[in-house]
């Protein structure tokens, strides 16, 4: 006799007792064997022989050790044991053995990075990969923990967004993790952020298992600058402040630096501040300091500053303006006249072009009057810088046959600031009649186009003393 109703996981061991009483009327012995249990199933006491047992009541009894394959298949698992009645090898009864095979869940699961770095605002990526253990498929639960607020994930199986994978008995799934941060995530590469992904099996709950893996943020460092005001206007001796806010775009702490401003020549200017540490997302706002010095010049003056992150050695250019009103000033100044000059010789004058504006001027210099092809200019323009000076050399040339006389020429100085300002020198001279010339010569301002009467005598006698000279 035994009573049958096993109830077992694959891989289970159980046992089996049997007690067998010989009702005949005479010794007899039995084989207990079956041609039925299941495969990879292992049975210890089968086939099993009995001693000869007493007539009408001897008993014995036994017990059978089995344990279900690893892999058996859940449901009901029915075999028979005969009772063979070793005398005549004839077969007196049979067991009914059945065992329920429940469904077995058991996986492993293993995320393959355990770590990933990524800016804010970026995806960070796992690969994951589980295998199915149990005797049957099974529905596998996932669920992430651990995650910062507003981040978002996703579990993609199969290029889709899910909460669980299906794995067939013995199969071994892929899937990926995919996580992304916020756009303003502070960096993060010393700890990370330690995250799980639970993973519950849908055929036994208490069957779970966790891998877990780390997300780190890079830092990101962006500097931004706003300049409400880069013109300004300024006066000699006055303190101009330029006012700028330098804020953190970044992620991370960034370390601020403004080097020395390029500035004019005899420009000072200096910063509020000049270095600075400024938090993600955080601003500050410092002052660069320009003073105008006594001798400034006019017009716009350039004022080159850097906003620089010693983090990531990001520089920012910045360009400030300050206009100082322009003041045209030139003087033209004769210095020494040419006196007199004998006609057909070289008279010099000396003329002192001095800066007293502070503006930049190219001047230009231009002669005018009827005596204007007389004179030569060392150059058409002369450069001056504010407060400079130059002397150049003008010189005359009265013609050979210009009688003596009293006369002029007109020196036109022009500003390259303003064409409309032009200053007028005259420059005055006396004539000498040339010693070459033996008669009266000749006022230039005549209009005569023939030869005076005297110089047609030179001529005549010129010509007379050549024949002479040749006859001899």
Not at 152 to 169: E, F, H, P, Y
Not at 192 to 212: P, Q, R, W, Y
Not at 279 to 301: C, F, H, R
Not at 349 to 361: Q, W
Request: aromatic share 8%.
């Amino acid at each position: 006799s035994w009573e049958s109703g096993y109830v077992l996981n694959p891989g289970d061991g159980s046992t089996i007792g049997i007690v067998i009483t010989n009702l005949g009327n005479s010794y007899q012995s039995y084989t207990f064997e079956s041609d039925e249990l299941p495969s990879g199933w292992t049975f210890d006491g089968f086939p099993h022989q009995t001693d000869n047992l007493e007539p009408y009541g001897g008993e014995e009894s036994f017990i059978v050790n089995f344990q279900v394959a690893d892999n058996a298949n859940p449901g009901y698992v029915n075999f028979t044991v005969d009772v063979i009645l070793d005398e005549d090898d004839y077969k007196v009864t049979e067991l009914f053995i059945s065992v329920k095979v429940e469904y077995y869940a058991e996986f492993a699961i293993d995320v393959v990075e355990i770590e990933s770095f990524a800016g804010p605002g970026e995806t960070h990526t796992f690969n994951v990969d589980i295998t199915n253990n149990a005797n049957i498929e099974d529905d596998i639960n996932l669920e992430i923990t651990g995650l910062l607020e507003g981040w978002d994930t996703c579990i993609l199986v199969n290029q889709v967004c899910s909460s669980k994978i299906s794995i067939g008995k013995g199969k071994t799934s892929s899937f990926i993790l995919e996580i992304t941060t916020n756009s303003n995530e502070a960096a993060n590469t010393v700890n990370g952020v330690f995250l799980h992904l639970e993973a519950v099996s849908s055929l036994n709950s208490k069957e779970s298992h966790f891998d877990t893996f780390t997300v780190y943020t890079n830092p990101v460092y962006d500097l931004s600058v706003e300049i409400p005001s880069d013109r300004k206007e300024g006066t000699s001796g006055e303190t101009i402040p330029f006012q700028i806010v330098v804020t953190n775009e970044g992620n991370a702490i960034d370390y601020v630096s403004l080097p020395s401003p390029l500035a004019p020549a005899g420009w000072l200017t200096s910063f509020s501040e000049s270095s600075f540490t400024l938090a993600p997302l955080q601003s500050k706002t410092v002052y660069l300091n320009i003073e105008v010095p006594a001798n400034v010049y006019g017009g716009e003056n350039m004022i080159e500053a850097i906003v620089s992150s010693d983090q990531s050695g990001e520089s920012i250019d910045l360009d400030f303006v300050v206009y100082v009103e322009e003041k045209a000033d030139v003087d033209v100044e004769l210095k020494m006249t040419a006196g007199e000059v004998t006609a057909g010789t070289i008279g010099r004058f000396t003329v002192r072009l001095s800066n007293n504006g502070n503006t930049i001027e190219k001047l230009s210099l231009t002669m005018e009057g009827k005596r204007k092809s007389w004179f030569t200019l060392p150059s058409d323009t002369i450069s001056l810088e504010p407060g400079s000076y130059e002397e150049i050399i003008i010189e005359v040339k009265p013609p050979i046959m210009q009688a003596a006389t009293e006369t002029s020429g007109m020196l036109n100085v022009t500003l390259s600031t303003d064409a409309s300002k032009t200053t007028k020198l005259s420059l005055p001279f006396a004539v000498l009649k040339s010693d070459l010339v033996i008669d009266e010569p000749i006022d230039e301002e005549e209009d005569s186009l023939l030869p005076a009467p005297s110089f047609i005598s030179v001529i005549l006698i010129v010509s007379l003393l050549s024949r002479l000279i040749r006859r001899r």
